[in-house]
């Protein structure tokens, strides 16, 4: 089982910080789940440009409120607590925060954690290093043991 506390992750290479946004890396590629999990918040009175061509995203607000606009049709949600999105097909928008918004995003495929928004928004895939030996070893062992 993992546990982890938000508390535990601030300040650490889990924290990625950004000009308008930081986002706290709960759960990583390397966590083996499937997916990942991140507390993610948006700074009050910016706008952030997102395009996620590699990845699928769902988005729940715990706090806060702003609004996505997609683009190009212009279409815009408004986003508060309670709200939930999910861009299913890979939607450019636009992220933007009238207070600080505080998202739990989950990604599909998992982020490894390094990844930061390009010039056109995007994440760029992070290629999955060879397991070694040793890891692959510990891997068949904690196998055979469940």
């Known amino acids: ?14 924290d990625v910080k950004a000009k308008t946004w930081a986002s706290r890396r709960l759960l990583l ?20 440009h997102i395009w996620y061509q590699h990845h699928l ?11 996505v606009e997609l683009i190009p049709s212009g279409e815009t949600f ?9 861009l299913n097909k890979h939607d ?8 600080d918004l505080h998202l ?7 982020l490894a954690g ?3 928004h390009d010039e056109n928004g ?9 397991v070694s030996n040793i890891a692959a070893a510990k891997i068949e062992k904690a196998t055979a043991e469940s």
């Open 122 to 130: 995007v994440y760029q895939l992070v290629p999955e290093e060879p």
């Open 104 to 110: 739990i995003c989950t990604f599909n495929p998992p």
């Open 78 to 86: 408004r986003i508060e607590p309670g709200t939930l999105y999910a």
């Open 92 to 99: 450019e928008h636009w992220l933007r925060a009238e207070t």
């Open 29 to 48: 590629r390397e966590d083996g789940m499937g997916f990942s999990m991140h507390h993610t918040v948006i700074y009050a009175g910016t706008q952030t």
């Open 57 to 67: 995203e769902g988005v729940y607000c715990v706090a806060g409120v702003g609004s």
């Open 1 to 14: 089982m993992i546990v982890r506390r938000l508390k535990d992750i601030l300040d650490t290479s889990r």
């Open 114 to 116: 390094t990844e930061t």
